[in-house]
């Protein structure tokens, strides 16, 4: 079991930063990719970024690659989305996601087990 709790939403200008992060419980965290996703008002959770289990491998979705990047701490249990060049259409609820023994092509809501409750980001124009 895995409880995942994500933190650092808010709200920042166009052109602004943030940084998420995503504390995990459990002994086992080593052992699994973390991926990120978003979902904006009336639209389909998207995949926005993952990390292997073993933070040797990353993947981003193309509309956040070159402003997003992914990263774990498995010492401390946490992994991170600092985002970049924020734009009014990155504005979602951000919800991080743990798959056991996940690679870094995990890029499909199912393929994880866990999630956490999510965090508001708005980006104003």
């Known amino acids: 079991q895995v409880q995942l709790v994500e933190s650092g939403g808010g709200l920042v200008q166009a052109g602004g930063s943030l940084r998420l992060s995503c504390a995990a419980s459990?002994?086992?965290?080593?052992?699994?990719?973390m991926g990120w996703f978003r979902q904006a008002p009336g639209k389909e959770r998207e995949f926005v970024a993952v990390?292997?289990?073993?933070?040797?491998?990353?993947n981003y979705a193309d509309s956040v690659k070159g402003r997003f990047t992914i990263s774990r701490d498995n010492a401390k249990n946490t992994v991170a989305l600092q985002m970049n060049s924020l734009k009014p259409e990155d504005t979602a609820v951000y919800y991080c996601?743990?798959?056991?023994?996940?690679?870094?092509?995990?890029?499909?809501?199912?393929?994880?087990?866990?999630w956490g409750q999510g965090t508001q980001v708005t980006v104003s124009s």
């Open positions: 459990g002994r086992t965290f080593s052992s699994y990719g």
């Open positions: 990390i292997s289990w073993s933070g040797g491998g990353t």
């Open positions: 996601a743990a798959r056991y023994s996940g690679g870094s092509d995990s890029y499909t809501a199912g393929d994880y087990d866990y």
